[in-house]
């Protein structure tokens, strides 16, 4: 282990040199010829592992697109990041995007990938482990796992915009006193928050049918939402005009909305008002 912090801490010290004067230390090498990449990548051996030195030091550079295979190393791996932007993903993971100067630690027997993003080149010094033995390459990185980042980054906004659409709907609905879809969208158990208290589904739909309360105009300013598994919480700086015990007021609020997905449905749980105050 001694052997290995060593190893680490001149590779650490050469990597901050090299950073501050913002050149490649070490050459590229050569063209890697091996059957365990895609794209093209560079190798340069800084260290063979022997007798004393049981570790092996090499830098790797990845052309814009470039990957290795899936592969395993028995003994684990520490990667430092040394140019450009990469992936890193284990298996049952997602992709992880690695930048120049992140230390990514790969633990003994765990199944991965890593390879310079499609629009840049990337770079590391690998250090080694080889009393365990030899790294075991599998299958090739398909396109679509290669690409998931893209796919889980549209799925993610698309969903955020299919939320904010639901809310948009909503005030809609309780404006127009439409108490059908507001009971569609309102799950059994939703809880609403006023300033003069709570609210039960049933009671906040007779309130809003009967007019004791008439929402006539949302104003939003200001839209953000953030997703825990399978809740979203939306948060909406509006401005709200309603009509209360026959008086219009206008209000500046924050209000909280948390919808939860259930069988890819979205329904609303609570909706809570927070009044600003001084505006």
């Given at each position: 282990m001694k052997h290995l912090f060593y190893i680490?801490?001149?590779?650490?010290?050469?990597?901050?040199?090299?950073?501050?004067?913002?050149?490649?230390?070490?050459?590229?090498?050569?063209?890697?010829t091996v059957n365990n990449h895609t794209g093209t990548v560079w190798l340069h051996e800084l260290n063979a592992p022997d007798a004393n030195f049981d570790y092996s030091l090499a830098?790797?550079?990845?052309?814009?697109?470039?990957?290795?295979?899936?592969?395993?190393?028995?003994?684990?791996?520490i990667l430092l990041i040394t140019e450009g932007t990469g992936y890193y993903?284990?298996?049952?993971?997602?992709?992880?995007?690695v930048n120049k100067g992140d230390v990514i630690k790969c633990l003994p027997g765990i199944t991965h990938w890593h390879g310079a993003t499609p629009e840049s080149s990337f770079a590391y010094i690998g250090?080694?482990?080889?009393?365990?033995?030899?790294t075991i390459w599998l299958e090739r990185v398909t396109d679509k796992e290669y690409n998931s980042i893209k796919t889980l980054a549209m799925n993610s906004a698309?969903?955020?915009?299919?939320?904010?659409?639901?809310?948009?709907d909503k005030w809609r609905w309780m404006s127009e006193r439409n108490v059908d879809s507001l009971e569609a969208l309102?799950?059994?158990?939703?809880?609403?928050?006023?300033?003069?208290?709570?609210m039960t589904k049933e009671q906040e739909l007779n309130v809003i049918k009967s007019g004791a309360i008439q929402y006539k105009q949302a104003d939003i300013q200001e839209t953000s939402v953030?997703?825990?598994?399978?809740?979203?919480?939306?948060?909406?700086?509006?401005?709200?005009?309603?009509?209360?015990?026959?008086n219009e007021v206008v209000n500046p609020f924050v209000v909280t909305e948390v919808y939860i997905e259930q069988n890819g449905k979205w329904s609303l749980g609570s909706l809570s008002f927070t009044k600003l105050l001084g505006q």
């Open positions: 680490i801490l001149i590779a650490v010290t050469l990597f901050t040199k090299a950073g501050a004067q913002d050149t490649s230390l070490f050459p590229k090498g050569e063209i890697a830098v790797a550079t990845f052309a814009a697109g470039a990957k290795l295979d899936w592969h395993i190393h028995p003994g684990g791996q993903q284990e298996k049952h993971s997602p992709i992880r995007v250090v080694t482990p080889a009393q365990k033995g030899k698309n969903r955020e915009q299919e939320i904010i659409n639901l809310s948009r309102f799950n059994e158990k939703a809880v609403f928050i006023h300033m003069g208290g709570n953030q997703f825990i598994g399978n809740t979203a919480i939306l948060l909406n700086k509006i401005r709200l005009t309603a009509v209360v015990g026959g």
